[in-house]
């Protein structure tokens, strides 16, 4: 799903989806959905919310997705809101992810 421009051809904000398992896993049509970023100047503008609306139904529609899961921190109510807003819940889901941090940088990307 790609992400939003302004009238300057600049990146305003940027969304992921992907299918995360392999077709024979019970959760093959389960999307990672999320790392909505928003640039700061734009923040309150609720691009996040449409964006992130426009790639649920994105999945859903055009690619065959039936289920969406995310990763928000425990301490990031905004996502979480935002997250609630679009209809994606609390579960005991609980998955692990290994990322280096010197391939992807260090910076906290949401606020």
């Known amino acids: 799903m790609p992400g939003r421009n302004d ?22 049509k389960t999307v990672f959905w999320g790392m909505l970023a928003t640039r700061p100047d734009r923040r309150g503008e609720k691009i996040a919310l449409l964006l992130g609306a426009q790639a649920i139904v994105h999945m859903w529609e055009k690619e065959g997705a039936r289920g969406f899961m995310t990763g928000v921190r425990q301490d990031n109510a905004s996502s979480a809101a935002l997250c609630n807003r679009l209809g994606i819940s609390d579960t005991d889901w609980t998955y692990s992810v290994c990322i280096d941090p010197e391939m992807l940088g260090r910076k906290n990307l949401t606020k």
């Open 7 to 28: 009238e300057d051809n600049k990146p305003v904000a940027v969304t992921t989806s992907l299918f995360m398992h392999p077709a024979s896993s019970p959760h093959a």
